[in-house]
């Protein structure tokens, strides 16, 4: 049984930081892409970054500049730093990974960010 473990979601205010972490455990497998997206009330899910196996990473370009992404291959894990929070920021957001071989995508459970102004 493969899951999911996001963590690091919570309230801040407008400029302000948060770190969110995802580490995935149970079944051992390669992964390949990990990523993460978001969902804004009344929205659809969008993605916010992704990084591959390689190292290459992506950004939606709302939050370039802003956001980075990063993996700890050795603990199964993917990072998401955000500054210079806005509110339009808040969301839930989702960890996705997908399997390397014979590919197949897993989902966080989802972590609710919120920013004031």
């Known amino acids: 049984q493969v899951q999911l473990v996001e963590s690091g979601g919570g309230s801040v205010q407008a400029g302000g930081s948060l770190r969110l972490s995802c580490a995935v455990s149970g079944s051992t497998f390669s992964i390949g892409f990990m990523g993460w997206y978001r969902q804004a009330p009344g929205k659809q899910r969008e993605s916010v970054a992704g990084?591959?196996?390689?190292?290459?990473?992506n950004y939606a370009d709302t939050v370039t500049g802003r956001f980075t992404i990063s993996r700890d291959n050795a603990k199964n894990t993917v990072y998401l730093q955000m500054n210079s929070l806005k509110p339009e920021d808040t969301a839930v957001y989702y960890c996705n990974v997908i399997r390397a071989t014979l590919p197949r995508s897993y989902w966080g459970q989802g972590t609710q960010v919120t920013v004031s102004s």
């Open positions: 990084i591959t196996s390689g190292g290459v990473t």
